[in-house]
């Protein structure tokens, strides 16, 4: 029902900036809270930042004050804009849609982020 595309993934320098972009495919004004999680090989998928359907936001303590988290619900689009990237940072990052009173979950594909030092 809903669809989720990443992009903006890429190679970057240590310190470099990259900014990450989520289309749905559905109108996500209000009614779905979004968020960006990344995973690499051999770990857990974890949570990188969340914005709610009000604008609230929420960050992993490893990316705060470096990435930030935004949408714009008139083009159904959410962004990561991820400055100060570390090689830590590498991973597979994926966007997450989660409809704040159906409870459901969706997720794009990823996009892969390389961080070189």
């Known amino acids: 029902q809903v669809q989720l595309v990443e992009s903006g993934g890429g190679l970057v320098q240590a310190g470099g900036s990259l900014r990450l972009s989520c289309a749905a495919s559905?109108?996500?004004?209000?009614?779905?809270?979004m968020g960006w999680y990344r995973q690499v090989p051999g770990e857990q998928r974890e949570l990188v930042a969340t914005i709610t359907g009000g604008g609230s936001t929420n960050y992993a303590d490893s990316v705060k004050g470096r990435f930030t988290i935004s949408r714009d619900n008139a083009k159904n689009t959410v962004y990561l804009q991820m400055n100060s990237l570390k090689p830590e940072d590498a991973a597979v990052y994926y966007c997450n849609a989660r409809h704040q009173t159906l409870g459901r979950d969706y997720w794009g594909q990823g996009t892969q982020v390389a961080v070189s030092s």
């Open positions: 559905v109108n996500i004004f209000r009614a779905y809270s």
